[in-house]
């Protein structure tokens, strides 16, 4: 049976770093032929959907949403970078909060968020974003390995050791992941001017869109000018007027709420400008359509009770500008619904999310407190805490129940539970033994060495297979390792779960990874070449830690 295990194993991860087919169905197709074949039951196959870190991590994935959808991050982030003149000055702006940040929430939504302000910086301050978002990347994945919930990884490995009696807390890993993420920190820091230094992002097309954005009752920006809260001039839009009560103002004049600020934009500034925290902008989504044929009269006739034009291409005003069918314009609506149903319009697709609603800031901030706060305490386990939380970011308004379950990413979730069958069917078939048993006669005892052979196999696996597969596989070795050369098991799995967080040569290997490729146009060759001196440094000083630790 331990054959036919570790062929399973063996072909199921071999089909998932090829990408033959997406990890998900390479796990579940796993997970059937072992309890067809009697290597597993049926329970510890499924356990995956009741695991605590699968459920803990679905959770936290909805509070994220909740924080990330009150523009928090892009007004801290805003703040922060509204003065620097270098990457690197933008990434020591940025690594303490961000740090703390990727702890408590996951990396994701925050990377996802830092893009667009990157981009925005590269353009008011000619800073490059490529200089900048691939070290941030890499310091949330060191940062966000030193707590329980910074990392799904972290959460299904205190999954399966719960199983087995190891209790891993909130800051369990932290005595690993932390001096790990220091000494790492510093070396992104150094690296990054040398080996990202080069090429600009291209110019973009003329400005040739125009931009009508309504200033709402909750607007940050009131009181201040357009230029003071960093939104006057970039490369893909420029504010042009502001126009209140029916006079054109200049566009250095302090903002009133009713007040529209005109813009001459790219198409790409369309959504940038949208998703900005400072507008006050209602909780509706930006859709671009294209108009009907046979349609007649100005692109402002598309408005209704609930729907508002953004953007069109034009030198005029929307309200003078003629609706040309075939065209192409912007516009904000509650729903897909509300569009589809409109007369003018032909085809349509969302352009962007919800606007952000900075009102609910502080409960979506309290509710994250609440449940680190509860389960640092040990005053309820994370699970619940978490799961609690999740419910309030509904029960409150910060997000509407359609908004929190679509923050629910299921291939992620799926993957996580599937990663807990195909442990299962390490530990069960006995593979787990064998592994361990091959470790023990490397090792001879030592615990240094057990600390080097986690260390290196962890920061291997992670770039060739998904994070959470290594996980599923390392977590049962280590604490039958643990037990039998008197380490604490805490420090083995901590130390494993830093290692997990090495994902910096390939790719394809993080999901924040893949968040660089388009977007900011880094190759393979970038990941290796700066990955190389970070995952050397980490790997040092986590075997360094781990020894001391363990010994």
Known sequence: MQWAAAVLVIATLVVMTAGWVKPVIALGGAIVIAGLTGIATRDELFAGLSNGGV??????LVIAKGVVKTGIVSRVTGKLLSTVDSAGQAFARLAV?????????????????????????????DVPARELMLPIAHLTTLTGSITLIGTSSNLLIAGIAGDAGVDMGMISFGVVALPVAVVGVLVIAVAAPRLLAGKRAPEPTSLDWRVEIPIGETAVARGRSAEAVGMAVARDYQLDSILRDGQYLPADTELHSADTLVYRATEAGIPALWSSPHFGLQPERLYTVSVKTGETGTINDLSDENITVIAARSDVSLRRTPLVPGATCYLSAPTADTVADSDYVAV????????????????????????????????????????????????????????AGRALDWPVLFTLAGSVGLGAIVLSSGLADTLADGIRYLVDGSPLLVVVVFAVVTAILT???????????????????????????????????????????????????????????????????????????????????GALLGT
């Not at 702890?103 to 008011?124: C, D, F, H, K, Y």
């Not at 596989?473 to 799995?493: E, F, K, Q, Y």
């Not at 040569?505 to 190759?523: F, K, R």
């Not at 990941?527 to 970070?534: D, E, L, Y």
């Open 348 to 403: 349509w697709q969302a352009a962007a999310s919800r606007a952000p609603q900075p009102r609910n800031t502080w409960k979506a901030l309290l509710i994250l407190a609440a449940v680190v706060g509860t389960a640092s305490a040990g005053l309820a386990p994370i699970e619940y805490t978490s799961v609690a939380g999740a419910l309030l970011m509904v029960v409150t308004g910060v997000l509407t129940p359609r908004s």
């Open 97 to 125: 909060p961000v740090g703390v940040a990727s702890g408590l929430m996951n990396t994701t939504p925050i990377v996802a968020m830092l893009i667009p302000a990157s981009r925005q910086l590269e353009q008011t301050r």
């Open 55 to 60: 459920i803990t991590v679905g959770a936290m």
């Open 463 to 545: 770039n060739v297979i998904s994070n959470a597969a290594a996980a599923s596989i390392l977590t049962p070795v280590a604490v039958a390792i643990a037990a039998d050369v008197g380490m604490n098991p805490v420090v083995l799995l901590a130390l494993v779960g830093t290692c997990i967080s090495f994902t910096f040569l390939n790719p394809y290997s993080h999901q924040t990874n893949l968040m660089m490729l388009g977007p900011i146009g880094y190759s393979t060759k970038d990941f290796v070449r700066f990955g190389i001196p970070v995952l050397l440094a980490g790997l040092a000083t986590a075997i360094a830690v």
